[in-house]
């Protein structure tokens, strides 16, 4: 079983940057690769980002590519969304969530989540 539990969000103005946080409880967390999600109100939850296991392939939606990075350091069970040059469309509860053993975008597929964590970006 792993435990997510998201931190780093918050209130930002239009161009400025936010990370998010995703620390994971148990010993199997660097067998699971690990996507970001978000879901803004009255919208469905949508893949942000993943990244694979040890770190090696990373993916983004298209509507942040290049403005978002994923990271992960499994020595301190933790994945990582860098985010840059915030819109106000971005404004969402950002998700993370495990997946074994491949990424995929379908959050129907992910085993476990994390509670969210609130992103606010004002115009």
């Known amino acids: 079983q792993v435990q997510l539990v998201e931190s780093g969000g918050g209130l930002v103005q239009a161009g400025g940057s936010l990370r998010l946080s995703c620390a994971a409880s148990g010993r199997t967390f660097s067998t699971y690769a690990m996507g970001w999600f978000r879901q803004a109100p009255g919208k469905e939850r949508e893949f942000v980002a993943g990244?694979?296991?040890?770190?090696?392939?990373?993916y983004f939606a298209d509507s942040v590519k290049g403005r978002f990075t994923i990271s992960r350091d499994n020595a301190k069970n933790t994945v990582y969304l860098q985010m840059n040059s915030l819109k106000p469309e971005d404004t969402a509860i950002y998700y993370c969530?495990?997946?074994?053993?491949?990424?995929?975008?379908?959050?129907?597929?992910?085993?476990?989540w994390g509670q969210g964590t609130q992103v606010t970006v004002s115009s």
């Open positions: 990244i694979n296991w040890n770190g090696g392939s990373t």
């Open positions: 969530a495990a997946i074994r053993p491949l990424i995929t975008t379908d959050p129907n597929d992910y085993h476990y």
